[in-house]
């Protein structure tokens, strides 16, 4: 597709389990973000790639949370022994090298629900 | 750090006119960003400022004021489609593009 897409859309997993998250960015776009909506609250920043350059991870709440790109394409977010605070949608978003204006394009996200 | 702020709802007739509100305090600033999200979607874009004033786009504008860390995104003739969230965020200057985003202002437009 055109997109960036996300799956899966719903993910109900329980406390202690490991989930993986995967984004797919629209072809070309070098820079590939991850950021998190909690239920009333705006979108927080986890995670952010760009090329072949060193991840900025300042973001990641916790050592539970990681994620990794593969081949400057697919990227995957795993959260491991998942917590009830953890459920959020996460919504990944990817932007071209050029024009640089800072637009991001998000997926659909995916929707976490931690038991 | 960040601090973005915006009113969380709002409420408008259809036909008239809106002017959602964002102050922002950052350490950094290279340009200002509205994002509508209707519910259970993505956010979408709207528009960008990095210079003083009003950018027109349609029924929608915006403003940016970098002396008073303010902007406000104006919404004429309004839709009931427009009922929305609509999410100001700013971009630092770390080069990584990486945006800040306030919480957003759920618009509700009523007949």
């Known amino acids: 597709g055109a997109g960036v897409s996300q799956s899966p859309s719903n993910k109900v997993t329980e406390k202690g389990k490991d989930v993986e998250l995967r984004c797919d960015p629209i072809?070309?776009?070098?820079?590939l973000y991850w950021y998190r909506q909690s239920l009333g609250q705006g979108l927080e920043f986890l995670i952010y790639?760009?090329?072949?350059?060193?991840?900025?991870k300042s973001g990641l709440p916790s050592d539970r949370f990681s994620a990794e790109r593969t081949g400057g394409s697919v990227s995957t977010l795993t959260i491991q022994r998942t917590q009830q605070e953890d459920s959020a949608v996460y919504l990944c978003?990817?932007?071209?090298?050029?024009?640089?204006?800072?637009?991001?394009?998000f997926g659909e996200g995916s929707r976490l629900t931690v038991l | 750090g960040q601090n973005i702020d915006q009113p969380t709802e709002m409420t408008a007739t259809e036909g008239a006119i809106v002017q959602i509100n964002c102050t922002y305090q950052?350490?950094?600033?290279?340009?200002l960003f509205w994002y509508q999200q209707h519910a259970g979607e993505a956010p979408t874009f709207l528009s960008y400022?990095?210079?003083?004033g009003l950018e027109e786009k349609g029924r929608f504008s915006s403003f940016l004021s970098r002396s008073k860390g303010y902007s406000y995104l104006l919404l004429k003739e309004l839709q009931m489609k427009d009922s929305a969230s609509y999410l100001c965020?700013?971009?630092?200057?770390?080069?990584?593009?990486?945006?800040?985003f306030g919480t957003g202002t759920r618009l509700t437009v009523i007949p």
């Open positions: 978003a990817s932007n071209p090298p050029y024009p640089n204006t800072g637009e991001l394009f």
């Open positions: 072809s070309g776009h070098t820079a």
């Open positions: 790639f760009q090329g072949n350059s060193a991840p900025d």
């Open positions: 950052t350490s950094g600033f290279n340009g």
């Open positions: 400022n990095v210079l003083d």
């Open positions: 965020a700013v971009r630092d200057e770390s080069g990584a593009n990486n945006l800040f």
